[in-house]
């Protein structure tokens, strides 16, 4: 696998976000649905690791994209990036987005998680609980050798069960933050074609054409 840091900058694009406005008011032993579905995303991301660079990334992908879709409210994310231009969007712009984006997140996780060599994952057994009534999921990747460094993952009961709306790299830089800065700018600039563009060229890069 890549170092941290490139996985952090594919992960969140190349600015960085301090997350704030979501303060912790509770921390507690977490319930078995809240941690789920990190688990499922762990061990998925522990399975295309260990396939490696010498399966081919569409494989890599077709195994890790159902994972995705089970633990991230893609379109809520998608939503808090955008902002209040979403509304303003037809109902076929949205549609092209939220395709656009989910080939992209998974690509980008492919992409970084892509290799093996003695990485595992600790999710923390206490949660916090935000004003907003989210819970923080703490989790850390520890290398054979080295420093582990913290992932965590904001998430929300929804009406399909717990799912992540929000990503930090360790523990304060929000990936919806990073991307509102960068959506905004390209939808201020050419519109939701702008966007769609960018996302595209974004997922062929990190998978040399062959995601999705």
């Not at 209040?84 to 970084?112: C, D, H, K, M, P």
């Not at 800065?181 to 996302?199: E, N, V």
């Amino acid at each position: 696998m890549p170092d941290f840091f490139l996985t952090r900058r594919l992960l969140l694009g190349s600015t960085a976000a301090l997350f704030a406005g979501m303060p912790a008011i509770l921390a507690a032993h977490a319930e078995p649905a809240t941690i789920q579905p990190i688990q499922t995303l762990t061990d998925g991301l522990l399975q295309v690791m260990k396939m490696g660079q010498q399966t081919p990334f569409d494989r890599r992908f077709d195994v890790l994209a159902p994972i995705i879709d089970r633990t991230f409210d893609l379109s809520l994310i998608l939503r808090n990036s955008i902002g209040s231009s979403w509304s303003s969007l037809s109902a076929e712009q949205q549609g092209q987005l939220l395709q656009a984006f989910r080939r992209y997140t998974i690509a980008s996780y492919v992409n970084s998680f892509n290799a093996f060599n003695g990485q595992h994952f600790v999710i923390e057994p206490q949660t916090q609980t935000l004003d907003t009534g989210d819970r923080v999921v703490r989790t850390k990747i520890v290398p054979a050798s080295g420093e582990a460094h913290q992932l965590d993952y904001v998430m929300r009961d929804t009406a399909d069960g717990w799912r992540v709306v929000d990503v930090l790299a360790d523990g304060t830089i929000s990936r919806v933050a990073v991307q509102r800065s960068d959506f905004r700018r390209l939808l201020a600039r050419g519109g939701a074609p702008a966007l769609l563009a960018q996302l595209q060229t974004k997922t062929a890069n990190l998978s040399n054409g062959e995601a999705g």
